[in-house]
């Protein structure tokens, strides 16, 4: 690696001469820094189209059969295909890309102080297939048809034939482009893992890796080891759309319960590869603005190493009423239960690193608290789902949407706003406006909780999901029922307002906000030793030592309440 | 990883950092790689096993059956290869870019294209007595997994061609043989089990 350090800096003389053209700075480049930036673009431009999809069903079921400004009558089939790929986009094009893959890219090189990626053109390829995905899937919302309305977890027969989900088009498109996103993660993955094997600075030992760093490695060898089912499941599902074999089908001698056992091993870990980013994030941020050093390291690191295990076994609880045996059915339900504790652990040590700690409540910081406080009534609300017994009530239910949006809300809006409000300044050398940063934070929050504290409340009174018109059953149609309806649409209206916010002071900020220094939060990790924005090769010609593990704040006897990992030791 | 940092670590030369790590970063990267693709069969055997065990006959009756002898020698072609790329990579290490190592590489790039040419042999046969991916589930899985199978195995020799190619100009690394190498053993690895569960069931 030392030599590649040398070849970059050859780069950077050269491009000195003659600047970049347009096209290979932030199109083609191979830098880490672009290519990150280039995922969180197009993770937040998908998360706009998924955000309209959100309020165009929520007014449909709000309002049934009126006409919806800024769309018109949506129809039952359009409804279908609007639910599916807000969720597909949610998870897959905005969840996977901005965590994972933008914050993964950005800060793995920047914190354990290397130039770049150990492969910079796996690493541009990577995003180059991310983009075709993208593509692919908005197309499909256009051919005859439109697009695939099986809902996000696909499952047969409804997935397997044209003549049930009438979309001979947008399934087949859908399904390609979910399999090609994740052949982008796979190539980012390996690039992560190796990097951070590999490539570190001089000094940094495994105990030195700041946390983020460590949940974006262990949540990539979750997604390695996971992701084979549902490439395997997905081509067998595309060959039963196009070529007419029968493995999901029943009447040829298949299985449809198979996909589900596909799709969820895949599935359930995944939740945790984007859960374990947005944690790293939290305690990130938690520990540099509670001035404090980060509680029990390793019991985290542990924890989440054991939490990576477990969620390899329990996939099958979102099977309790497919059939699964009673008692396997108590297995999973076991499995489920036991994988709280080790989240719980985490969240534990991060209020515990608040305790005592000289707190600024800074947005990123607000965000982070909001994270841990929110993510914490998902994870609860999970135990009920995890009972094999209580589920069977509960399933597909309005609760259970509301309990993974507790979960997902926090780890793919709460926590990347946290990291953006916080690595905005190493991104573009300037900081983002803290007092809009404020009334963005406490507009979403109390939105976010508007919209889906009601449908708790639905879910447990038996509305069930994937309903186009509730006004057609006459125990759900109830006036009470439906005031909760119209305020959690408006709650997301008021959501997605708020939003705008956050845009125009994203866009401001890049030109207006106030200018700042390498190290504006006084953190300690290598990040900040570079220059805001980090130039091409990170750390000029000389990169940086590291002398001590990334969270050692307020020790005593020192001037500063921080002390860098590469600041070396004084002689005496 | 420890070793990087020795205790009493000159701090005069900060912007040399002394990497020896345990593997390059192509081979692990492709051992990663490896992991997924493991990951990727054991998917594709265990839906097979739970669909021959609910079927009522397997094979089912009025299919062709496999060419179990044949494949099985094709199966040796196939081991062969897995052999002489070793042989290649261990005479690389000591020579170098000699013509022994070149000998070796393309008589496995060779023995790989046979395997590859006869499995496509019998596939048309098969086709030709009336086993489609359409015709039973065993069709379909025998074509499903088989099929993944040689399009590894001709990922694999694109991957021992360019290798060849490098080997002849002298610009080999040692890192990417290595990685070529691993993957070579994950195809002729895997190659066994997909044998005794498809051909000898």
């Not at chain 1, 199109?27 to 820094?33: G, I, R």
């Amino acid at each position: 690696m030392a030599e590649v350090t040398h070849v970059d800096g050859a780069h950077d003389a050269h491009h000195e001469h003659h600047k970049p053209s347009f096209w290979s700075k932030y199109v083609f480049s191979t830098d880490h820094k672009m290519i990150a930036l280039q995922y969180m673009f197009t993770g937040m431009a998908m998360a706009l189209i998924g955000g309209y999809f959100a309020y165009v069903f929520r007014m449909q079921l709000a309002f049934p059969g009126a006409s919806i400004p800024f769309f018109g009558t949506l129809s039952p089939a359009a409804y279908n295909s609007l639910v599916t790929n807000h969720g597909t986009i949610m998870i897959f094009w905005v969840a996977m890309p901005v965590l994972i893959a933008a914050m993964g890219n950005f800060l793995i090189p920047l914190m354990i102080g290397c130039d770049d990626m150990v492969f910079p053109r796996v690493n541009r390829l990577s995003y180059q297939i991310f983009l075709l995905s993208a593509i692919i899937l908005i197309i499909s919302f256009f051919v005859p048809g439109g697009g695939f309305g099986g809902a996000w977890t696909a499952y047969p027969p409804l997935s397997a034939k044209a003549e049930f989900n009438a979309t001979p088009f947008g399934a087949p498109m859908w399904l390609i482009a979910v399999t090609l996103e994740i052949v982008a993660f796979l190539l980012g993955g390996i690039n992560f893992i190796t990097t951070v094997m590999n490539a570190r600075a001089k000094g940094m030992r495994m105990y030195d890796i700041p946390i983020i760093v460590w949940m974006i490695v262990i949540a990539s060898i979750l997604f390695m080891c996971s992701v084979g089912p549902l490439i395997a499941g997905a081509v067998m599902l595309l060959f039963d759309q196009t070529l007419g074999t029968g493995f999901f089908d029943g009447t040829a001698g298949g299985d449809p319960v198979l996909w589900q056992h596909l799709f969820w091993f895949f599935g359930h870990p995944e939740v945790y590869v984007v859960l374990l980013p947005a944690m790293g994030i939290v305690g990130e941020i938690t520990c540099t603005f509670a001035r404090k050093k980060l509680f029990a390291y390793k019991l985290i690191l542990y924890s989440t190493i054991g939490l990576g295990i477990l969620s390899f076994f329990v996939w099958a609880h979102h099977q309790f009423i497919s059939g699964v045996d009673p008692r396997a059915a108590y297995l999973f339900t076991t499995t489920t239960l036991l994988i709280s504790i080790p989240v719980a652990i985490v969240l534990f040590a991060y209020i515990a690193t608040l305790y005592g700690g000289s707190i600024r409540f800074t947005t990123a910081m607000l965000f982070a608290l909001a994270f841990t406080g929110e993510f914490l009534l998902g994870g609860v609300t999970g135990i009920w789902l995890g009972s094999s017994g209580v589920d069977v009530y509960l399933h597909d239910t309005y609760f259970v949407l509301a309990h993974f949006h507790y979960t997902f809300v926090p780890i793919a809006i709460i926590a990347t706003f946290a990291a953006v409000y916080y690595w905005y300044p190493k991104m573009f050398g300037r900081k983002m406006n803290e007092t809009w940063g404020k009334i963005h934070f406490w507009g979403t929050i109390v939105s976010f909780n508007g919209i889906f504290i009601p449908l708790f409340i639905l879910g447990a009174g038996g509305q069930h999901r994937r309903i186009y018109n509730f006004q057609h059953y006459p125990d759900l149609a109830g006036a009470d029922m439906q005031d909760m309806r119209v305020f959690a649409t408006l709650s997301l209206i008021v959501m997605l307002a708020f939003q705008v916010i956050f845009i125009v002071n994203f866009f401001v900020s890049l030109k207006r906000g106030e200018k700042v220094g390498n190290n504006p939060w006084k953190a300690n990790t290598l990040e900040w030793v570079a220059t805001s924005p980090a130039p091409h090769g990170n750390f000029g010609a000389t990169m940086p030592e590291v002398y001590r593990g990334p969270y050692e704040f307020s020790v005593e006897g020192r001037e500063e309440d921080y002390w860098p990992q590469n600041e070396k030791p004084s002689e005496s | 990883m420890d070793t990087m940092k020795t205790i009493d670590a000159s701090f005069a030369e900060p912007e040399q950092p002394e990497r020896s790590p345990v593997l390059s970063s192509s081979a692990m990267g492709i051992l990663i790689f490896i992991v997924t693709e493991l990951m990727f069969f054991a998917s594709l055997i265990s839906a097979y096993l739970i669909i021959s065990a609910v079927a009522e006959a397997w094979p089912p009756e009025g299919q062709p059956r496999l060419p179990v002898l044949a494949s099985a020698l094709n199966s040796l072609v196939l081991f062969a290869s897995g052999f002489v790329l070793f042989r290649g990579y261990r005479s690389f290490i000591s020579e170098g870019h000699s013509e022994r190592s070149i000998k070796l590489v393309r008589l496995c790039l060779w023995l790989g294209t046979v395997f590859v040419a006869v499995q496509g042999f019998e596939w048309v046969r098969l086709l030709s007595y009336g086993l489609t991916m359409t015709s039973s589930q065993y069709g379909a899985f025998f074509y499903l997994i088989i099929g993944t199978h040689a399009i590894h195995a001709i990922g694999a020799l694109i991957g021992i061609w360019c290798l060849l190619s490098k080997l002849r100009s002298g610009v080999l690394k040692q890192s990417s043989f290595q990685a070529v190498l691993f993957f070579w053993y994950f195809v002729v690895g895997i190659w066994p089990v997909l044998y005794v569960l498809v051909y000898l069931s």
